[in-house]
């Protein structure tokens, strides 16, 4: 059964530092990964998908990675802003072809101005 | 730019009510989902549908739980006889295909008392 842990839990910058937000999952055979952002109460925002073939994916401030065989991905957030202040999900397909998506429990990130 | 949109923002009900979320997926997506978040949980997997049928149903997902997309624009998840357990944040989600990027939609607060 596919498991998907996020560390850590929560984290506190000062706003322009550079940050890692890590995420884990138990089984390897994934085809892609994707991470979301949450703002408090509100829905889900897709930042980034990317694919088992790739092993990098970039948009604006935002890089994700994804190492496959160690079952790991990170989101690197580049000089960070008090608008990025939210809970970032990742999250794997599950067994079975349907796309059903195994969420990890998130990072909740606060940017200090 | 399309995006899944979901009515209401917010369900109040009564325990042993019934309740319709509704949720307009992206024009050209074919696969659709329902997952739901209890407050300072993971967010869950309920359903998939496609080609008018459901592919893939959780532990979650009980004879309580039914799902109908009645017309060409439509998704809908029924609870027929709710439960205070069901007090939830539910999304809607949709993708072209199961490898690709899925979008998901505001949410719709339901609480039951």
């Known amino acids: 059964k596919q498991e998907v842990t996020q560390i850590p839990a929560a984290l506190s910058v000062p706003e322009g530092e550079n940050l890692v937000l890590n995420c884990s999952f138990t089984?390897?055979?994934?085809?892609?990964l994707q991470w979301f952002r949450q703002d408090p109460g509100k829905g889900l925002t897709s930042l980034l998908l990317i694919q088992s073939s790739q092993r990098e994916q970039t948009s604006g401030r935002l890089n994700a990675s994804l190492d496959k065989s160690s079952g790991r991905s990170t989101l690197y957030i580049a000089a960070s802003q008090p608008g990025d202040s939210a809970t970032y999900l990742c999250a794997v397909p599950g067994f079975g072809n349907t796309g059903k998506l195994i969420f990890g429990q998130g990072t909740t990130l606060q940017v200090k101005p | 730019e399309p995006e899944v949109t979901q009515t209401p923002s917010h369900q109040v009900t009564q325990m042993g009510q019934e309740v319709i979320l509704r949720c307009v997926p992206i024009s050209n997506h074919l696969y659709f989902y329902w997952y739901r978040q209890i407050l300072g949980q993971k967010v869950e997997f309920l359903v998939s549908f496609y080609n008018n049928e459901i592919s893939e149903k959780s532990e979650i997902f009980d004879d309580q739980f039914s799902v109908e997309r009645p017309d060409g624009s439509n998704f809908t998840l029924k609870i027929r006889s709710t439960k205070l357990e069901d007090s939830a944040m539910y999304f809607c989600a949709s993708t072209k295909d199961v490898d690709n990027e899925q979008f998901f939609g505001p949410g719709t607060r339901l609480t039951v008392l």
């Open positions: 089984d390897s055979a994934i085809y892609n």
